[in-house]
């Protein structure tokens, strides 16, 4: 038997087995190159390892970009994406790091990338599509991608990658560093899945009151499954939302149809009741009754003042007091004429003064005084003044005018499928709507919130 199997084997099988090993070999140091394979990159040691090493480089970096792009896919769910159009969200390398959202990696030195001008960034480009940027600089070597997302027929989920035929052209996007410049073609756009609840466009939402506060409803489910989807649901015009538990789809439709159009306004003049016009008006309160004189008498009463007469003389008066004397009343008065002394031989020395004494007479005034005679009691009415509505102003308001016309417009129509759950249990919490750390738990929004 052994004798057999030796006559069997030749030098042919010998050389294939070997050539497969070494094939094996080759592919191992290709795939997996050594820490001096690195250093002879870095070195540059002749023009076809330097060939060889821009295509290990591209690649690392390549593969670094995609890793970028694909955790942002799945960190951006319907309600982190941009809401409004022109909208944008960022978030750099290094936030990706601390949300564990991305390990971290190393570029083709070995070096850590920047992880300030590494970054993601989504604006909403339109109400159907969004653009997501992959900018990652490492070293000396930055470059980005742009991919186009948006809500297509082909989606599994709310928001899908635009497939590579969809695109008519390659978008070419230049970055330029103090090093060098390079240029990137972007066409790498597959369809992969970003959102894991539906395959609808992320509808408009409502507004929120930007008076109030919102809190967001996330579910988790343990040991639990999903039961299979339902059937699509007819297409409708009510507009639908996704959940969890459901998935909307949608689809635009153009068509014909009579539409109002704004050709100018009509101007009004109108009695406008929020301008009252008033005037003040005087009108009777009530009456009151007082005691008045019914008749009157007349009698004499001093008034207080006198009449005096003119002054007469009265004769000269010899005064031997050195003392004027003074006024004795209103009516008598002293006026100074001369003095002097008296001589005499018997006599001692005495000085004098001559005055003319003059008088008046003193009448007291009098005044004739009314008085009441008789009383009697009468009624008198009392007034107020009032604000009284004598009319209103007026105010002008413009009335659109129409007119029917034929337009082509694109109107939007929903399908939706629903799920349960089966099995296991259901934890139902709310949070804030941006940022909660339950989704590191392993929860997921419902798309249901309320006022906190």
Request: proline share 4%; glycine share 4%.
């Amino acid at each position: 038997m052994y004798e057999e199997r030796k006559d069997k084997f030749s030098v042919k099988d010998l050389v294939l087995q070997i050539l497969v090993i070494s094939l094996f070999v080759f592919l191992l140091l290709w795939l997996f190159p050594t820490k001096s394979d690195l250093n002879k990159i870095n070195l540059g040691s002749n023009k076809n390892n330097n060939d060889t090493n821009s295509v290990l480089y591209d690649r690392i970096f390549n593969e670094n970009i995609i890793a970028m792009k694909d955790a942002a896919k799945s960190y951006y769910t319907t309600p982190r994406l941009p809401q409004n159009v022109g909208d944008k969200v960022k978030m750099t390398l290094g936030e990706m790091l601390d949300k564990k959202i991305i390990l971290p990696f190393t570029d083709k030195n070995g070096k850590a990338c920047d992880k300030e001008k590494s970054y993601v960034e989504i604006t909403k480009e339109n109400e159907e599509e969004y653009i997501m940027k992959v900018n990652l600089k490492c070293s000396s070597e930055e470059n980005y991608l742009l991919v186009y997302m948006g809500c297509y027929d082909y989606c599994k989920t709310t928001v899908c990658e635009k497939n590579k035929e969809d695109v008519a052209t390659p978008i070419i996007r230049k970055v330029v560093t103090p090093q060098q410049s390079v240029t990137n073609i972007v066409n790498n756009i597959t369809n992969i899945v970003i959102n894991q609840v539906c395959p609808d466009c992320n509808p408009t939402p409502t507004p929120p009151d930007p008076t109030k506060e919102y809190i967001c409803e996330y579910i988790k489910v343990t040991n639990g499954s999903f039961s299979n989807w339902s059937s699509w649901s007819d297409w409708t015009d009510t507009q639908q939302y996704p959940t969890q538990l459901k998935q909307v789809k949608s689809k635009t439709i153009r068509t014909t149809v009579d539409q109002k159009i704004l050709t100018g306004y009509n101007v009004i003049t109108y009695r406008d009741e929020n301008k009252p016009i008033y005037k003040q008006v005087q009108v009777q309160s009530g009456t009151k009754t007082e005691k008045v004189c019914a008749s009157y008498g007349t009698r004499v009463e001093p008034n207080g003042s006198y009449v005096y007469g003119a002054w007469q003389d009265a004769g000269l008066v010899k005064l031997y007091d050195a003392v004027a004397p003074s006024d004795a009343s209103d009516t008598v008065r002293y006026i100074w004429v001369s003095s002097g002394t008296d001589n005499c031989e018997n006599c001692d020395y005495r000085a004098y003064n001559v005055y003319r004494k003059q008088t008046r007479t003193k009448t007291a005034g009098t005044h004739n005084v009314t008085y009441c005679t008789g009383y009697t009691t009468k009624t008198i009415p009392l007034y107020k003044t009032v604000n009284v509505l004598t009319g209103y102003g007026t105010s002008e308001k413009r009335e659109p005018v129409y007119k029917n016309v034929q337009s082509v417009v694109d109107k939007k129509y929903y399908s939706y499928r629903t799920r349960k759950v089966t099995g296991g249990s259901q934890d139902i919490k709310w949070d804030v709507c941006e940022g909660s750390s339950l989704v590191n738990d392993g929860y997921s929004p419902t798309g249901n919130k309320k006022e906190k």
